[in-house]
């Protein structure tokens, strides 16, 4: 008998103006906050109005704001410090992946101690409770706010570590698309592939199901009909709506049925080469798809039934081929640019290929694929991506 487990946050407050709850959870919860967020925030307000809403619940506060980059072991060791200084009791996250998976680091290791790194590969089990975390995303895309997920780059050895225990999930999500009109357009292209590829993978992965699939499916179409249109009209909230919504869905079925290829292979090129994450995902995604399609026909099929209800009296290879065929020319139309076009100098990237493959095979996710390479294939893989030219790939 097959069982699955299911993992979500114990509550998750969707919808425009959804924001305006974090004062009165941050109140069920503690009694002074700290905020992991970053200077974007605080230019364009949201900051403030964190504050306010903290301040109308009588809640104190004390703010961290020095993320300025994907996040690293650095990070959370500052961040924990200052919660450690301040006696802060409930975490808030305000802002994209690197905000919210710091905050997830720190609220585990504040209450069971040790560095982070520790907790890599389960060496060392979260046992206590972790400081109440609520996670507000800003950006369409890492779903973050919604797994028991969290990624850190390990300076020491510039190995991004993805760290997964249930004491990583938030207590409360709350998710406003208000808060991602101000996204540009860069980041909504590279978020909104990130988003779609954490569907794609938890649908083909080994560790998928039925609760997965009916969230990664749901996710696919969502962000397919709708990445152009916030790429192209960022200020439409419908489809910024649709879009953190797809993220969010998304965030729950990898979170329970786990990535595969594409996000072993992004996190080595993102610590070693500094690619943000959403970025690194969409540059490898066509050309690992190109790889993988032929070992997941029957799923991408499946997928493009549910894309394409008026596609009739066609092969289950022609849907499948359909489905990849849809992927590159978003990320084509996105201007998604190859790790080349993205400005990681050749000889650089060579020599760091061996370090990429091994670091990609020991982080677990390449096993999940229909697929797995080994470490030759994930060297010859990271070459085709170096260059891989969408536009040659499109109809």
């Not at 809403?53 to 060791?77: G, K, M, R, W």
């Not at 969290?150 to 207590?171: C, G, L, R, W, Y």
């Not at 697929?371 to 109809?395: G, M, N, Q």
Request: net charge negative.
């Amino acid at each position: 008998m097959n069982v699955s487990t299911v993992h979500l946050p114990r509550s998750i407050y969707y919808g425009q103006g959804s924001f305006g709850k974090v004062g009165e959870e941050t109140a069920k919860l503690g009694t002074k906050a700290l905020i992991i967020s970053d200077r974007v925030m605080e230019k364009l307000g949201n900051l403030k109005n964190c504050h306010t809403h903290l301040q109308q619940a009588n809640i104190s506060y004390v703010d961290f704001l020095d993320i300025s980059s994907e996040p690293t072991d650095e990070y959370v060791y500052d961040a924990l410090m200052l919660a450690q200084k301040e006696n802060c009791d409930v975490v808030v996250a305000l802002g994209g992946g690197s905000c919210i998976d710091t905050a997830k680091a720190v609220a585990v290791v504040a209450t069971n101690k040790g560095e982070i790194s520790d907790y890599m590969n389960l060496k060392t089990l979260a046992t206590n409770k972790p400081l109440p975390l609520i996670a507000i995303p800003t950006t369409a895309g890492t779903g973050s706010e919604a797994t028991d997920v969290t990624v850190i780059t390990n300076t020491s050895n510039d190995v991004k570590m993805m760290i997964k225990q249930p004491a990583f999930m938030p207590e409360i999500a709350i998710v406003d698309p208000v808060l991602t009109i101000s996204s540009p357009k860069n980041t909504t292209a590279a978020t909104g592939i990130d988003a779609l590829t954490h569907a794609l993978e938890a649908y083909i992965s080994k560790k998928a199901q039925p609760f997965t699939d009916h969230l990664a499916l749901s996710a696919i179409k969502l962000i397919t009909e709708n990445i152009l249109e916030v790429y192209h009209n960022g200020a439409n909230i419908e489809a910024r709506d649709k879009m953190i919504y797809a993220s969010m869905q998304a965030g729950m079925a990898f979170s329970n049925a786990s990535v595969c290829l594409v996000h072993g292979m992004s996190r080595p090129l993102g610590a070693l080469f500094h690619v943000p994450h959403g970025i690194s995902n969409a540059m490898l995604l066509p050309a690992i798809l190109d790889y993988t399609k032929d070992a997941c026909q029957e799923r991408l099929a499946e997928i493009g039934r549910f894309l394409y209800p008026n596609m009739k009296g066609v092969t289950e290879k022609e849907l499948a081929n359909a489905v990849v065929t849809h992927i590159l020319r978003l990320c084509h139309q996105l201007n998604i640019p190859n790790i080349k076009t993205w400005g990681v100098e050749e000889q650089k990237f060579e020599a760091a290929l061996e370090k990429m493959a091994k670091d990609a095979l020991l982080s677990g996710s390449p096993a999940n694929n229909p697929k797995v390479p080994d470490e030759k294939e994930i060297i010859s893989l990271y070459r085709h991506a170096y260059t891989f030219e969408y536009s040659l790939k499109t109809v």
